[in-house]
């Protein structure tokens, strides 16, 4: 379904408004449509105040978005290359299975890039919504709306990828075309096996990536804990020296009574 248009001032008042932080979001959007009214402009007011308020992962995506707009763009074109290589796929065309593979990683590297920036956006206790980041992320490549609103920052809710996503509806006419002969049971079965990769795919992926992340946090608290513990021997050594040159001044004044 195509995303209604909105007035252009309801437009840059939605933009102004899903940068604000959570909880500011309510006060502001009525405040907004107010000021609207009150300026004649009836549309762009009815607009701004029919605006939902984000769930919390949708507004940690937003503003990452804002802060990382270099890997949003090479999030999108992610989502463009797996939606092509998910066509080649179908399709059987050669090599379309290695670059499938290619695609799903590169997706994933891309997901993972924008939800570190989310979880930065969300602070301490912003773990919980990583999973629903993540899938609202990998709908991007099988949903026109998700990505729309993912390039203006104004997404809403949360969303879920499922199968290829939206383009395999579209994909599976092409490739009854270019794969002449092939029966619809045959189709089917190649698609299960290739949903099946994918989604085998993207578990191992989602595993490593969260190892990785997991062990890379335990290093950053050991080398923290280096530092601390060297700081403290530093002291402790340093304390040591001069008890001791006290100490040695002690005895040198007792023995000189």
Known sequence: MAKRKQPAAAESEASELYALPLGE??????????????????DAARAVKALRKPSRA?????????????????????????????DGALAGEAGGGA???????????????????????????GEPHLDRVRETLRAVAGDDRVRSELETGTLIRDHEASGFGANAAAAAPRARAKAAGAG???????RRQLENAVKKARHSFELATKRLGEA?????????????????????????RE??????????DLAGL
Request: proline share 1%.
């Open 25 to 42: 979001f309510t006060a502001a959007r009525d405040e907004a449509a107010k000021r609207l009214r009150a300026s004649g402009d009836a």
């Open 58 to 86: 949708a507004w940690a995506i937003n503003q990452a978005v804002r802060a990382e707009p270099g890997a949003t763009r090479e999030l999108i074109e992610a989502g463009e290359r797996l939606a092509r290589a998910q």
């Open 99 to 125: 670059e499938l593979r290619a695609a799903i990683a590169a997706q994933g590297e891309e997901v993972e890039r924008l939800t570190e920036a989310a979880l930065r956006q969300l602070g301490a206790g």
């Open 184 to 190: 619809r049971a045959d189709e089917a079965r190649r």
């Open 216 to 240: 890379e946090r335990r290093r950053e608290r050991a080398e923290r804990g280096l530092a601390e513990a060297e700081q403290g021997l530093e002291t402790a050594d340093r304390e040591r």
């Open 243 to 252: 008890s001791e040159a006290e100490l040695e001044r002690a005895e040198s």
